[in-house]
């Protein structure tokens, strides 16, 4: 019904807004038998008085979890005990109840290093410490029962803990379900041994969808039987998770299983599943598929461990074949013209300045930069406010690491006259930045301090085109992205998200492909192209058209607003950038990057000569290469 509005209504003075927590109680037959005013209980009249979880405590009443506090409340209304966090307490993370049904909290520890499990002791109004701490990467408690006080997850799996014995139990993987475990709102364990739990479902298009599933415990010998392929991973990118469960829905004759070795990590070592992965692969037991994030696919794949995917991206109709792919990037992660993993999209890293002033072709060396500053007014600095030596050492060092390593042949090259003059660049930086006592101002930005004369470059990331124009905004019409140093072609460098990789051991390859090929497909792109430039040459082509006359506005040094339209030649500057770079951000393992910073070490203090600290790294880092080779 439409209501009228008119000028004679009449005024209702200001609102107050008044927020309530009322606990309801209601009998076996769904009769409320009280309704109790939590607020009450605020005896502090803090302001935000938030009530985050509540479970019973045996027959005397609920505890409820308030703030930092648990408050023991009976059926009737009655306070029974209010316990503080207390000392080594930073906070509380879930209420649980265990198998004899009193009360118990997983509190955080220790500056949140740890979680514990702690009992409420309603007589006493304490809580007793039962020596059992969990790693941080347990999430998602629920309420459990039979052999099992309490359930969680924990990377892709779920686990059963017993509060008696201090155990827990691997009881199942979510996905190898079919199931988001992050999704899930409620797990209902049954008598029986089945599991009902409670998703929720996010549509591309937004819009969610809510499903009350049942997990039937069925004998292996009872499930249809599908191959499977076996996909390893540490921690699994929501998006390929989403491709699982979308696959394993669908196909009639595969499915894939998970094994998340993020579930191995402990708080003492976060990269515990990572090791375990990579021993496991290196001692041959390669899973079938391989999320390739952070893993050593240079080694791997000189290995032979690995198969070639550009024969199945010549072959595929529907792709295109080479052509439909944005190639440049391919051939500069390919190892000796093979081809290891395929991602949905990368991003560019370069370093951005005046034209006038270092010249508008890409290609040249430290001693360019040093010429440059010359031609700048005085105080003027190379790069951002808090730049120090080990940063520039540590960041250009990183991205241009396969220029100093190369895993197919085992050759090394820091020894070369490039490194040594990385050294010497790195090395007239401030050691330090006083962060603690530097006022951050408006003035600190790069486009100012580019705009003032006050900074000669810009380290850009281009994982977006509007990046593209925000920095144009600093330099003008005057920008050209020169790339690093020493670099070769454009003297950029590429960067993946995550990627995918086909073992040469997988038992169907044809299936693998089936499966990570959704990566390279045009429309998926498209609506995932938030995270870097497509690797689909119709869906990268497609985000240049869309940016092209498209508007920003930015303010200068002045405060004035300033219009700047992306344009063809805008588009045509970047993909001449993308067709030119020639290598990609290389694998550098920690013992790799350990004997580098130790030996560079050295020269930075001032005890040997950078010629001296080359050469050792050049002995100590061959050696390694070698013995990984």
Not at 476 to 489: F, N, R, T
Not at 508 to 521: G, M, Q, V
Not at 604 to 612: C, I, L, P, R, V
């Amino acid at each position: 019904m439409d209501v009228p509005v008119t000028s004679d209504a009449p005024d209702v003075g200001e609102f107050t807004y008044v927020e309530k927590y009322l606990l309801r109680v209601f009998d076996q037959q769904g009769n409320e038998t009280a309704s109790i005013d939590l607020s009450q209980f605020n005896e502090n009249e803090e302001e935000y008085f938030y009530m985050s979880g509540m479970v019973a405590d045996g027959d005397r009443g609920i505890c409820v979890s308030v703030g930092n506090e648990l408050l023991g409340i009976s059926f009737e209304g009655e306070l029974l005990y209010r316990i503080p966090a207390g000392e080594g307490i930073d906070g509380f993370m879930s209420l649980v109840n265990l198998s004899d049904g009193s009360a118990a909290v997983l509190a955080y520890a220790n500056d949140y290093s740890d979680i514990k499990l702690l009992t409420v002791d309603a007589e006493t109004g304490k809580l007793v410490d039962n020596e059992v701490d969990f790693d941080r990467s347990v999430y998602r408690v629920y309420p459990f029962g039979g052999d099992y006080d309490f359930g969680y997850n924990k990377g892709e799996s779920f686990f059963g803990f017993d509060a008696d014995t201090g155990k827990e139990t691997k009881l199942l993987t979510w996905i190898n379900c079919d199931v988001d475990g992050n999704n899930l709102s409620g797990v209902f364990p049954q008598e029986n041994g089945d599991i009902v739990c409670l998703t929720t479902e996010y549509g591309n298009e937004g819009g969610t969808t809510n499903y009350l599933i049942s997990l039937i415990k069925t004998p292996y010998d009872q499930v249809p039987q599908k191959t499977t392929l076996t996909l390893a991973c540490v921690y699994l990118d929501y998006r390929v998770k989403s491709q699982i469960l979308d696959f394993n829905r669908k196909s009639s004759d595969y499915r894939i299983e998970v094994r998340d070795y993020s579930e191995f990590n402990t708080d003492d070592d976060y990269s515990a599943g990572l090791t375990k992965l990579i021993t496991e692969i290196g001692s041959g037991a390669v899973p079938d598929i391989l999320v390739t994030s952070s893993l050593p696919m240079d080694v791997f794949g000189n290995k032979g461990l690995f198969e070639d995917l550009w024969p199945y991206i010549e072959a595929d109709e529907e792709l295109g074949g080479r052509a439909g792919v944005v190639e440049p990037f391919f051939n500069a992660i390919s190892e000796d013209g093979k081809l290891y993993q395929i991602t949905s999209s990368f991003t560019v890293r370069t370093l951005a300045g005046p034209a006038s002033i270092i010249g508008s072709e890409p290609g040249w060396d430290y001693d360019d930069i040093y010429a440059a500053l010359e031609k700048m007014p005085e105080g003027c600095e190379v790069f951002s406010v808090g730049t120090t030596r080990d940063s520039v050492f540590s960041d250009v060092c990183s991205l241009n690491l396969s220029n100093f390593v190369d895993w197919s042949t085992g050759q090394c090259s820091f020894n070369s006259e490039e490194f040594i003059d990385l050294l010497e660049f790195a090395n007239s930086f401030p050691q330090t930045f006083d962060w603690e006592h530097y006022e951050w101002t408006a003035e600190s930005d790069d486009v100012y301090r580019v705009q003032a004369g006050k900074q000669l470059l810009i380290s850009m990331y281009l994982s977006s085109l509007y990046n593209y124009s925000y920095y144009c905004s600093a330099f003008g019409d005057d920008m050209v992205l020169k790339g690093y140093p020493g670099v070769e072609g454009s003297g950029a460098v590429f960067s993946m998200n995550t990627g995918l990789a086909i073992s040469s051991a997988c038992k169907d390859k044809d299936a693998a492909w089936s499966f990570i090929r959704y990566c390279l497909d045009e429309d998926y792109q498209k609506e995932n192209s938030y995270s870097g430039m497509c690797t689909n040459k119709a869906a990268y082509e497609a985000q240049f058209e869309a940016q092209i006359g498209q508007e920003s506005y930015y303010y200068d040094n002045e405060g004035n607003e300033t219009k700047r339209t992306f344009t063809q030649e805008d588009a045509d500057a970047i993909k001449a950038v993308v067709d030119n770079t020639v290598i990609a951000v290389g694998y550098s393992s920690d013992q790799i990057t350990s004997i580098i910073n130790e030996e560079a070490a050295y020269y930075f203090n001032g005890e040997k000569s950078a010629q001296d600290v080359a050469a050792t790294i050049q002995n100590r880092v061959s050696i390694y290469v070698s013995e990984q080779s």
